[in-house]
Protein backbone atom coordinates (compact mmCIF):
# COMPACT_ATOMS: atom_id res chain seq x y z
CA UNK A 1 0.00 0.00 0.00
CA UNK A 2 1.71 3.38 -1.15
CA UNK A 3 0.63 5.19 1.69
CA UNK A 4 2.03 3.07 3.73
CA UNK A 5 5.19 3.72 2.73
CA UNK A 6 5.37 7.15 4.52
CA UNK A 7 3.78 5.70 7.50
CA UNK A 8 6.22 3.35 7.96
CA UNK A 9 8.84 5.37 7.03
CA UNK A 10 7.64 7.37 10.32
CA UNK A 11 7.51 4.59 11.66
CA UNK A 12 10.98 3.33 11.97
CA UNK A 13 12.05 6.66 12.45
CA UNK A 14 9.93 6.80 15.38
CA UNK A 15 11.31 3.72 16.99
CA UNK A 16 14.80 4.80 16.61
CA UNK A 17 16.18 5.92 20.36
CA UNK A 18 18.33 9.02 19.05
CA UNK A 19 15.71 10.83 16.76
CA UNK A 20 16.81 13.76 15.57
CA UNK A 21 15.54 16.94 15.79
CA UNK A 22 15.75 17.33 12.73
CA UNK A 23 13.75 14.24 11.74
CA UNK A 24 11.05 15.39 14.10
CA UNK A 25 10.35 18.09 12.60
CA UNK A 26 9.94 16.56 9.12
CA UNK A 27 7.54 13.52 10.53
CA UNK A 28 4.30 15.04 9.18
CA UNK A 29 6.06 15.58 5.68
CA UNK A 30 6.75 11.70 5.62
CA UNK A 31 3.41 10.34 6.31
CA UNK A 32 1.96 12.06 3.30
CA UNK A 33 0.41 9.94 0.94
CA UNK A 34 1.44 10.33 -2.71
CA UNK A 35 2.24 6.52 -3.20
CA UNK A 36 -1.34 5.03 -2.59
CA UNK A 37 -3.04 3.55 -5.07
CA UNK A 38 -6.61 5.54 -4.52
CA UNK A 39 -4.19 8.46 -5.14
CA UNK A 40 -2.05 7.96 -7.42
CA UNK A 41 -3.96 9.54 -11.20
CA UNK A 42 -3.74 7.19 -14.38
CA UNK A 43 -0.58 7.89 -16.66
CA UNK A 44 -3.38 9.35 -18.90
CA UNK A 45 -4.06 12.03 -16.39
CA UNK A 46 -0.56 12.09 -14.35
CA UNK A 47 0.85 13.91 -18.04
CA UNK A 48 -1.86 16.89 -17.14
CA UNK A 49 -1.26 17.28 -13.56
CA UNK A 50 -3.27 14.27 -12.01
CA UNK A 51 -6.26 16.33 -12.01
CA UNK A 52 -8.90 14.08 -12.44
CA UNK A 53 -11.58 14.02 -10.22
CA UNK A 54 -13.77 16.06 -12.54
CA UNK A 55 -13.17 14.28 -15.42
CA UNK A 56 -15.17 11.37 -16.60
CA UNK A 57 -13.98 7.88 -17.69
CA UNK A 58 -11.20 5.29 -16.88
CA UNK A 59 -8.53 8.15 -17.29
CA UNK A 60 -9.81 9.33 -14.06
CA UNK A 61 -9.64 7.68 -10.59
CA UNK A 62 -12.71 8.58 -8.94
CA UNK A 63 -15.03 6.11 -8.77
CA UNK A 64 -18.16 7.57 -10.14
CA UNK A 65 -16.15 8.31 -13.23
CA UNK A 66 -17.08 4.98 -13.98
CA UNK A 67 -20.48 5.64 -14.34
CA UNK A 68 -20.70 6.25 -18.12
CA UNK A 69 -18.05 3.22 -18.97
CA UNK A 70 -19.71 1.05 -21.46
CA UNK A 71 -16.97 -0.79 -22.56
CA UNK A 72 -14.60 -3.62 -21.35
CA UNK A 73 -11.06 -2.48 -20.53
CA UNK A 74 -7.75 -3.59 -19.53
CA UNK A 75 -4.42 -1.05 -19.14
CA UNK A 76 -0.61 -2.42 -18.30
CA UNK A 77 1.41 -0.06 -16.29
CA UNK A 78 4.75 0.45 -15.14
CA UNK A 79 6.34 3.41 -13.60
CA UNK A 80 10.06 4.61 -12.40
CA UNK A 81 10.76 6.72 -9.66
CA UNK A 82 13.89 8.00 -9.53
CA UNK A 83 14.81 9.95 -5.84
CA UNK A 84 18.09 11.92 -5.80
CA UNK A 85 18.26 10.77 -2.68
CA UNK A 86 17.94 7.10 -2.22
CA UNK A 87 16.54 3.94 -4.02
CA UNK A 88 15.06 3.57 -7.30
CA UNK A 89 11.58 2.33 -7.49
CA UNK A 90 10.11 0.09 -10.09
CA UNK A 91 5.80 0.11 -9.79
CA UNK A 92 3.72 -2.40 -12.08
CA UNK A 93 -0.08 -1.94 -12.10
CA UNK A 94 -3.03 -3.87 -14.07
CA UNK A 95 -6.51 -2.59 -14.26
CA UNK A 96 -9.28 -4.48 -15.49
CA UNK A 97 -12.85 -2.44 -16.14
CA UNK A 98 -15.79 -3.77 -16.99
CA UNK A 99 -19.80 -2.80 -17.53
CA UNK A 100 -21.86 -4.39 -14.67
CA UNK A 101 -25.07 -6.20 -16.30
CA UNK A 102 -28.17 -5.59 -14.55
CA UNK A 103 -27.93 -3.23 -12.52
CA UNK A 104 -26.01 -0.88 -14.87
CA UNK A 105 -22.71 1.07 -14.06
CA UNK A 106 -19.26 0.05 -14.09
CA UNK A 107 -16.87 -1.88 -12.07
CA UNK A 108 -12.79 -1.60 -11.70
CA UNK A 109 -10.24 -4.30 -10.23
CA UNK A 110 -6.72 -3.22 -9.66
CA UNK A 111 -3.60 -4.82 -8.78
CA UNK A 112 -0.43 -2.95 -7.67
CA UNK A 113 2.60 -3.42 -6.74
CA UNK A 114 5.81 -1.30 -6.13
CA UNK A 115 9.42 -1.89 -4.75
CA UNK A 116 12.59 -0.47 -4.34
CA UNK A 117 15.94 -1.37 -5.87
CA UNK A 118 19.10 -2.04 -3.04
CA UNK A 119 19.45 -0.04 -0.20
CA UNK A 120 20.95 3.45 -0.89
CA UNK A 121 21.22 6.54 1.76
CA UNK A 122 18.30 8.72 1.71
CA UNK A 123 18.41 12.37 3.25
CA UNK A 124 17.17 11.02 6.89
CA UNK A 125 21.17 9.35 6.83
CA UNK A 126 19.97 5.71 6.53
CA UNK A 127 19.57 3.28 3.89
CA UNK A 128 15.85 2.30 3.53
CA UNK A 129 14.57 -0.59 1.47
CA UNK A 130 10.44 -0.49 0.77
CA UNK A 131 7.56 -2.92 -1.30
CA UNK A 132 4.02 -2.92 -1.15
CA UNK A 133 1.22 -4.53 -2.42
CA UNK A 134 -2.31 -3.33 -3.18
CA UNK A 135 -5.48 -4.87 -4.39
CA UNK A 136 -8.48 -2.09 -5.37
CA UNK A 137 -12.05 -2.30 -6.25
CA UNK A 138 -14.11 0.52 -7.69
CA UNK A 139 -17.61 0.67 -8.94
CA UNK A 140 -19.58 3.48 -10.23
CA UNK A 141 -23.27 4.13 -11.91
CA UNK A 142 -25.45 6.95 -13.05
CA UNK A 143 -28.14 8.17 -10.44
CA UNK A 144 -29.65 10.26 -13.18
CA UNK A 145 -28.35 11.59 -16.57
CA UNK A 146 -26.51 14.74 -14.71
CA UNK A 147 -25.58 13.03 -11.30
CA UNK A 148 -23.07 9.63 -10.63
CA UNK A 149 -22.37 7.92 -7.81
CA UNK A 150 -19.02 5.73 -7.14
CA UNK A 151 -17.62 3.75 -4.15
CA UNK A 152 -14.24 2.17 -3.94
CA UNK A 153 -11.98 0.07 -1.66
CA UNK A 154 -8.76 -1.65 -1.08
CA UNK A 155 -9.78 -5.03 0.79
CA UNK A 156 -5.74 -5.75 0.55
CA UNK A 157 -3.42 -3.57 1.14
CA UNK A 158 0.32 -4.21 2.88
CA UNK A 159 3.64 -2.57 2.90
CA UNK A 160 6.91 -2.98 4.17
CA UNK A 161 9.91 -0.53 4.91
CA UNK A 162 13.50 -1.83 5.72
CA UNK A 163 15.97 1.04 7.78
CA UNK A 164 19.68 -0.09 7.53
CA UNK A 165 21.33 0.93 10.70
CA UNK A 166 24.41 -0.91 10.24
CA UNK A 167 26.13 -4.55 9.32
CA UNK A 168 23.04 -6.94 10.76
CA UNK A 169 20.97 -4.19 12.61
CA UNK A 170 17.54 -3.07 10.52
CA UNK A 171 14.25 -1.51 11.98
CA UNK A 172 11.33 -3.71 9.97
CA UNK A 173 8.24 -2.02 9.89
CA UNK A 174 4.84 -3.35 8.49
CA UNK A 175 1.77 -1.89 7.99
CA UNK A 176 -1.53 -3.76 7.15
CA UNK A 177 -4.75 -1.49 6.24
CA UNK A 178 -7.79 -1.80 8.54
CA UNK A 179 -11.61 -2.44 7.72
CA UNK A 180 -13.35 0.75 7.85
CA UNK A 181 -10.80 2.21 4.64
CA UNK A 182 -13.02 3.51 1.75
CA UNK A 183 -13.31 5.70 -1.27
CA UNK A 184 -16.57 7.27 -2.33
CA UNK A 185 -16.80 10.38 -4.94
CA UNK A 186 -19.23 11.56 -7.42
CA UNK A 187 -20.05 13.91 -10.52
CA UNK A 188 -22.39 16.41 -11.65
CA UNK A 189 -23.01 17.26 -14.95
CA UNK A 190 -24.15 20.95 -15.58
CA UNK A 191 -23.27 21.18 -19.16
CA UNK A 192 -22.47 19.01 -21.90
CA UNK A 193 -19.04 20.40 -21.73
CA UNK A 194 -18.42 20.81 -17.91
CA UNK A 195 -18.56 17.89 -15.52
CA UNK A 196 -17.78 18.90 -11.23
CA UNK A 197 -16.88 16.33 -9.20
CA UNK A 198 -16.27 15.31 -5.81
CA UNK A 199 -14.23 12.50 -3.73
CA UNK A 200 -13.83 11.82 -0.07
CA UNK A 201 -11.02 8.30 1.33
CA UNK A 202 -10.67 7.66 4.23
CA UNK A 203 -7.98 5.60 5.35
CA UNK A 204 -7.27 3.36 8.57
CA UNK A 205 -3.72 1.90 8.81
CA UNK A 206 -1.98 -0.65 11.51
CA UNK A 207 2.15 0.00 12.10
CA UNK A 208 3.71 -2.36 13.31
CA UNK A 209 7.54 -2.05 13.38
CA UNK A 210 10.37 -3.98 15.29
CA UNK A 211 13.42 -2.03 16.74
CA UNK A 212 16.73 -3.08 17.57
CA UNK A 213 16.96 -2.53 21.66
CA UNK A 214 13.51 -1.35 22.03
CA UNK A 215 11.38 -4.19 21.11
CA UNK A 216 7.86 -4.62 19.35
CA UNK A 217 5.21 -1.22 18.83
CA UNK A 218 2.50 -0.46 16.83
CA UNK A 219 0.18 2.16 16.09
CA UNK A 220 -2.97 3.10 14.07
CA UNK A 221 -3.03 5.79 11.50
CA UNK A 222 -6.45 8.17 10.76
CA UNK A 223 -6.31 9.92 6.90
CA UNK A 224 -8.96 11.76 5.23
CA UNK A 225 -8.81 13.42 1.91
CA UNK A 226 -11.58 15.75 -0.08
CA UNK A 227 -11.32 16.54 -2.91
CA UNK A 228 -13.31 18.71 -5.47
CA UNK A 229 -12.69 18.92 -9.23
CA UNK A 230 -13.88 20.53 -12.33
CA UNK A 231 -13.35 19.76 -16.19
CA UNK A 232 -14.37 21.67 -19.02
CA UNK A 233 -14.43 20.75 -22.47
CA UNK A 234 -14.84 24.10 -24.40
CA UNK A 235 -13.60 22.54 -28.29
CA UNK A 236 -13.94 18.99 -29.72
CA UNK A 237 -10.42 17.41 -28.77
CA UNK A 238 -9.90 19.67 -25.57
CA UNK A 239 -9.93 18.76 -22.19
CA UNK A 240 -9.15 21.17 -19.33
CA UNK A 241 -8.91 20.08 -15.54
CA UNK A 242 -8.28 21.09 -12.11
CA UNK A 243 -8.21 19.49 -8.83
CA UNK A 244 -8.02 20.63 -5.06
CA UNK A 245 -7.23 18.06 -2.37
CA UNK A 246 -7.29 18.82 1.39
CA UNK A 247 -7.01 16.61 4.26
CA UNK A 248 -5.37 15.56 7.62
CA UNK A 249 -3.08 12.64 8.87
CA UNK A 250 -3.14 12.11 12.64
CA UNK A 251 -1.86 9.42 14.52
CA UNK A 252 -2.29 7.59 18.04
CA UNK A 253 0.24 7.90 21.14
CA UNK A 254 3.54 7.20 19.55
CA UNK A 255 6.60 6.24 21.93
CA UNK A 256 8.47 9.16 20.94
CA UNK A 257 5.63 11.99 20.52
CA UNK A 258 1.98 12.73 19.65
CA UNK A 259 1.12 13.07 16.10
CA UNK A 260 -2.26 14.06 16.54
CA UNK A 261 -3.54 16.50 13.63
CA UNK A 262 -0.04 16.86 13.00
CA UNK A 263 -0.18 16.87 9.04
CA UNK A 264 -2.26 19.00 6.91
CA UNK A 265 -2.84 18.38 3.06
CA UNK A 266 -3.28 21.14 0.98
CA UNK A 267 -2.56 20.97 -2.88
CA UNK A 268 -3.63 21.64 -6.32
CA UNK A 269 -3.51 20.00 -9.64
CA UNK A 270 -4.62 21.11 -13.13
CA UNK A 271 -3.70 20.42 -16.70
CA UNK A 272 -4.73 20.79 -20.76
CA UNK A 273 -5.55 17.60 -22.85
CA UNK A 274 -5.12 18.49 -26.32
CA UNK A 275 -6.10 16.33 -29.63
CA UNK A 276 -3.32 17.28 -32.15
CA UNK A 277 -4.37 14.97 -34.36
CA UNK A 278 -6.26 11.55 -34.90
CA UNK A 279 -3.70 9.50 -33.72
CA UNK A 280 -2.06 11.42 -30.97
CA UNK A 281 -2.65 13.43 -27.90
CA UNK A 282 -0.60 15.54 -25.87
CA UNK A 283 -0.78 17.00 -22.31
CA UNK A 284 0.47 19.51 -20.14
CA UNK A 285 0.00 20.49 -16.03
CA UNK A 286 1.10 20.89 -12.64
CA UNK A 287 1.13 18.32 -10.08
CA UNK A 288 1.12 19.86 -6.63
CA UNK A 289 3.66 22.25 -7.78
CA UNK A 290 5.23 19.61 -10.23
CA UNK A 291 5.76 20.10 -13.55
CA UNK A 292 4.08 17.15 -15.80
CA UNK A 293 3.46 16.23 -19.59
CA UNK A 294 2.47 13.02 -21.52
CA UNK A 295 1.02 12.01 -24.53
CA UNK A 296 -1.41 8.83 -26.12
CA UNK A 297 -0.91 7.41 -29.38
CA UNK A 298 -4.12 5.67 -30.68
CA UNK A 299 -1.64 2.83 -32.48
CA UNK A 300 -5.66 1.22 -33.64
CA UNK A 301 -9.05 1.90 -32.51
CA UNK A 302 -8.92 0.05 -29.34
CA UNK A 303 -4.92 0.34 -28.29
CA UNK A 304 -3.66 3.22 -26.78
CA UNK A 305 0.10 3.68 -25.70
CA UNK A 306 0.13 6.52 -22.90
CA UNK A 307 3.07 8.08 -21.60
CA UNK A 308 3.59 10.88 -18.76
CA UNK A 309 6.78 12.41 -17.11
CA UNK A 310 6.41 14.45 -13.57
CA UNK A 311 9.65 16.25 -12.96
CA UNK A 312 8.74 16.58 -8.89
CA UNK A 313 6.54 13.33 -8.70
CA UNK A 314 6.94 13.16 -4.72
CA UNK A 315 7.00 17.05 -3.31
CA UNK A 316 5.48 16.10 0.02
CA UNK A 317 8.59 13.58 0.58
CA UNK A 318 11.68 16.06 -0.68
CA UNK A 319 12.74 15.97 2.82
CA UNK A 320 13.35 12.21 2.36
CA UNK A 321 14.01 11.53 -1.28
CA UNK A 322 15.23 14.88 -2.63
CA UNK A 323 13.44 15.50 -5.77
CA UNK A 324 12.37 12.47 -7.48
CA UNK A 325 11.51 12.19 -11.45
CA UNK A 326 8.66 9.67 -12.45
CA UNK A 327 8.02 8.03 -15.87
CA UNK A 328 5.31 6.10 -16.43
CA UNK A 329 4.36 4.18 -19.74
CA UNK A 330 0.97 2.19 -20.27
CA UNK A 331 -1.17 -0.18 -23.15
CA UNK A 332 -4.73 -0.04 -23.06
CA UNK A 333 -6.58 -2.19 -24.99
CA UNK A 334 -10.63 -1.53 -25.27
CA UNK A 335 -12.48 -4.73 -26.11
Not at 56 to 84: C, R
Request: contains cysteine.
Amino acid sequence: MKRAIGFLICAVLLGTVALPSQAQLQLGGLMRDEYALGLTPTIKSAGMGGAYVGVEGTQSMNPAALSMVDYMEAVLTYGNYNHDDGPMAHRGRLDATLPVPYIGGAARLMLDHLESEDDEMTLLGAPIEFDSSTLGLQYGRNVTDWWALGIGGYPYEKANVDMILGPGAKIDADAFSQIGSFQAGTLFRPHEKVTIGGQLIYIIDELEADVPGAGEWNDDYYISYVALGASFRPFKGTLLAVDYWNGEIRGDQTPVLELKDDTDIDRWNFGIQQRVCSYCDLRIGSNNGGFTTGFSLHVLKNLDIDYAYVNKALRDKEMVWGDTEYHGVSVTYRF
